[in-house]
């Protein structure tokens, strides 16, 4: 049987090159000491093309939990805070709605996201 590449593989494949970039360009030391990336098995997670890459840079996969599928672990440290904050409100477009949102997320304190990543090696 052949091994396809689909759309979303490669996708998601230049989605990693282009992060790989971010990092080498943000944070170099990082990508010296190691990258370690959370996906779900998704197609385009599990390809070939995918693990290859992967496995290339030497990039380690933190499993995804077992019994949430659709959640990864940080989202459960971002969408409670998220909801109060949103609830009560209504907007007329998603440009509104939009903005709000990067309102919300460039006023959180650095500590917001040390908390939510810091708690996620417990949950795991």
Known sequence: ???RITPFASQYYSTLDRLKEAIRRKRPGLL???VVLQHDNATPHSAN??????QRYGWEILPHPAHSPDLAPSDFHLFGPLKRHLGGMAFVTEDDLISELRNWFDNLDVDFFRVGI??????W
């Open 32 to 34: 010296r000491r190691g």
């Open 118 to 123: 810091n708690s996620l090696l417990p949950r």
């Open 1 to 3: 049987m052949s091994k």
């Open 49 to 54: 093309l995918t693990q290859q890459w992967l």
